[in-house]
Structure formats: C-alpha cells, structure tokens
C-alpha cells in the first residue's frame, strides 16, 4: 500500500522567513495530495491540494509543487507569520474510494 | 450546517470497558472515515466507509469494530478497551472518494487506565 514520509518532523523560522516542507510518496498510481493545517488541540483542516494534472498550485501565501516522476511534493509558506505555527500534515490517495494515507507530521514553529 | 460532529469530547476507560464513539455528517458525502492520532505517529486509519452499506479495514483495525448506521452517521466501537487504545480519534468525511478531501470532526480524547 501507499507509504508517505514527511520531513522535517519539526521547523523553526524567524518570523517573515520562507517554510519548506516535503513529503515523498510511493504508490506511483497516487494522484490527489493535499495538506492539512492541525492549529494546538483542534482538528485537521485542508489548506491546499494538489492533483497529478497540474506541478504547481498557490494560494496567497501558500503553495505547493509536485513532481510525480520522482515522487515528492512540497508546502512552501512564504512571509510566514506566527498564526502559521502548527502541525501540518501532508497526504496522499488515489481518485475514488480510497482513503488517504498521512505523513507524520511537521511542528513549524514561527518566531516572532 | 454542524460539518462533521463527534461526541463525546473526552472520555476516561477502564481497562476491559466498551464504548462508542459517534460520528455524524451533515454534508450530504458519501464516504466516511474513522483515524486515530497519536503524537509523532500522525494519523492512521482504523475503519472506513466508501458509501452507506460498506465498511473496509484500514491500517490499524485491531480491537476495533465500525457501523454505518445511515448516510449520516458513522460510529466506532471499542469492545474491550486497553491501553494502548488511548488516542485522539477523528472522524472525518468527503464527497465520492477524496473529490475536495476530508472535512474532520472536533475530535474525540480517550483516556485507558
């Protein structure tokens, strides 16, 4: 089954400062990525995804780049501010009914 | 419009108790998830719901069972808690498949002693 690695497991910035977080993916047949934002004691919520299609999507301050030949897609957060700090979790499925298959997560830490 | 709502919040077992733990959806999707979380582990699926009428096994199934009651409502129960049961589990749910990905619940904090 699929396997998702994410790295690093924990990030500091200085505050206004670039974030970069990757995550490697083995199912080769895997085409829908998203990323989830999980602020302290709250649930996951979905701030970006990213399906086969496309390599590159943004979203204000927020983008994420994919490339399916080597396997790995990438969160980059620019001009990061301390409301960013949180665990963030990438994932990976194939269309239809199959679920999605988390990486462990990485704690970013913004430092005003 | 609640999304996806958990209960309860908060839970303390003995060791061998049973429980439930319920999920419902609002959203009209199709399919529905139950994950647990655990620190440095993320999430990891325990039972899913591709549609009303079907459940699956996921990653970590043991001491675990699942009913989809309706299209709503998706609850997991634990038969005979143990330890290492102890999690925050999240419920979640999505439109056919991961079309527009996960909405999760609230999440639900249990406690084995």
């Known amino acids: 089954g699929e396997n998702v690695e994410q790295h690093p497991s924990t990030l500091s910035v200085q505050e206004g400062d670039s974030a970069v977080i990757k995550c490697t993916y083995s199912d080769s047949a895997s085409n829908y990525f998203p990323w989830y934002k999980q602020e302290l004691g709250k649930r996951p919520q979905l701030i970006i995804d990213?399906?086969?299609?496309?390599g590159e999507k943004k979203d204000q301050r927020i983008a994420v780049t994919l490339n399916k030949t080597a396997k790995h897609f990438s969160l980059h957060i620019t001009e990061t501010q301390p409301e960013d700090s949180a665990v963030y979790f990438c994932?990976?499925?194939?269309?239809?009914?199959?679920?999605?298959?988390f990486g462990k997560g990485t704690r970013l830490s913004v430092i005003a | 419009n609640a999304g996806v709502t958990q209960t309860p919040k908060f839970q303390v077992l003995k060791t061998g108790q049973s429980m439930t733990l319920q999920c419902a959806q609002d959203?009209?999707?199709?399919?529905m998830y139950w994950y647990r979380q655990d620190p440095g582990m993320g999430l990891r699926l325990i039972y899913y719901s591709a549609s009303e009428g079907t459940t699956d096994k996921g990653e970590v199934p043991n001491g675990y069972n699942v009913s989809r009651l309706n299209k709503r409502e998706f609850s997991l129960r634990l038969e005979s808690a143990a330890p290492s049961q102890t999690s925050v589990y999240f419920c979640a749910s999505s439109e056919e498949g991961t079309l527009g990905g996960y909405t999760f619940g609230s999440g639900t904090r249990l406690t084995v002693v």
């Open positions: 994932a990976a499925s194939k269309s239809g009914n199959t679920p999605l298959v």
């Open positions: 959203m009209n999707h199709n399919s």
């Open positions: 990213i399906r086969s299609n496309v």
